[in-house]
Nanobody
Framework: QVQLVESGGGLVQAGGSLRLSCAAS????????MAWFRQAPGKEREFVAG????????NYADSVKGRFAITRDNAKNTVYLQMNSLKPEDTAVYYC?????????????????WGQGTQVTVSS
């Protein structure tokens, strides 16, 4: 059974930093794309960042470029999201996702597995 478990969320002041982790179990995703999405109250779930299997190719939503960084450790089957210069509008539940492909898509149907989410709250 495949599981994605996120951790690292919490409450932080504007301008602060958080690092999210997503540990995968049940199969390896070393050859597949992994990504982070987020969903704020009353809004659709949106793409935040994605990373190809090699780690050499990444993609970011315009709203987080220059502030967030996605990385992965294939030996640990884990993906990370370093979030710096956080803003109140970054407040959301953050979800880890894994694909059966190596396409870094920004749309949800490309992703086959999802974590339960971790809350990030940024106070002003």
């Amino acid at each position: 059974q495949v599981q994605l478990v996120e951790s690292g969320g919490g409450l932080v002041q504007a301008g602060g930093s958080l690092r999210l982790s997503c540990a995968a179990s049940g199969r390896t995703f070393a050859r597949n794309t992994m990504a982070w999405f987020r969903q704020a109250p009353g809004k659709e779930r949106e793409f935040v960042a994605g990373i190809a299997w090699s780690g050499g190719t990444t993609n970011y939503a315009d709203s987080v470029k220059g502030r967030f960084a996605i990385t992965r450790d294939n030996a640990k089957n884990t993906v990370y999201l370093q979030m710096n210069s956080l803003k109140p509008e970054d407040t959301a539940v953050y979800y880890c996702a894994a694909s059966n492909t190596n396409v870094i898509s920004t749309t949800r149907p490309w992703y086959n597995y999802w974590g339960q989410g971790t809350q990030v709250t940024v106070s002003s």
